[in-house]
Nanobody
């Protein structure tokens, strides 16, 4: 059974950086979509970034492009989200999610087909103050 555990959230001032991690276990394939999502109070959950693990293909929401980087460490079974130039609007609970052997083969497919994700972590809070 796949388990995802996020860590690394915290509080930072605008312009600062944070890296959140997602430790994965129970993976039985080399092909997964993995994604970072976030949800702010009173707002719908939104996609932030996604990666297709079979090729390392990535995709980003326009709001974070150029500031955030999603990456994977296969040896550690860990997904990362490096967040730079943080803004108060980035404040949210950040969730890691995965889907095994997706129908698509690219980061853009993984980002677009967010309803396919069926494994979720518990979330880690990121707070950016102005």
């Amino acid at each position: 059974q796949v388990q995802l555990v996020e860590s690394g959230g915290g509080s930072v001032q605008a312009g600062g950086s944070l890296r959140v991690s997602c430790a994965a276990s129970g993976f039985t394939s080399s092909r997964y979509c993995m994604g970072w999502f976030r949800q702010a109070p009173g707002k719908e959950r939104e996609g932030v970034a996604a990666i297709y693990t079979g090729r390392g293909s990535t995709y980003y929401a326009d709001s974070v492009k150029g500031r955030f980087t999603i990456s994977q460490d296969n040896a550690k079974n860990t997904l990362y989200l490096q967040m730079n130039s943080l803004k108060p609007d980035d404040t949210a609970m950040y969730y890691c999610a995965a889907v095994r052997e997706p129908l698509g083969y690219s980061g853009s497919w993984c980002y677009t087909n967010r309803r396919e994700y069926n494994y979720w972590g518990q979330g880690t809070q990121v707070t950016v103050s102005s």
